[in-house]
């Protein structure tokens, strides 16, 4: 992925534009272009907190995406984070 960019998003039937520059990232109305998502919008926050993974989401029907380009820029964008980590496991022994 190269920026800038810009990734369509289609929530619950309403046109977003998800656009990424070099100190900000922006989610707008507007333009869905060729790359897009779709989904709910309940599906999307859990996306951006980090609870899916896209390609499994994908698979598992929960997302849908136009293109190639936009399931490898989703997998950039939202990477699957850990659920949980103590707070002290992170400290050296």
């Known amino acids: 992925m190269t920026i800038p960019s810009e990734l369509g998003v289609l929530l619950d ?5 998800l656009s990424t520059r070099r100190r900000t990232t922006r ?4 333009k869905l272009g060729r790359s897009y998502l779709e989904c ?3 599906e999307f926050t ?3 907190l980090g609870h899916f993974n896209v390609e499994a989401s994908i698979e598992a029907g929960r997302l849908q995406a136009s293109t190639r380009i936009a399931v490898e820029t989703a997998a950039i964008l939202f990477p ?3 659920l949980w980590q103590p707070p002290f496991d992170s400290l050296p022994s």
Request: charged share 15%.
């Open 13 to 17: 039937g309403k046109k977003y534009v």
């Open 27 to 30: 989610l707008e109305p507007g």
């Open 40 to 42: 709910s919008a309940s």
């Open 46 to 48: 859990q996306l951006m």
């Open 80 to 82: 699957q984070l850990p």
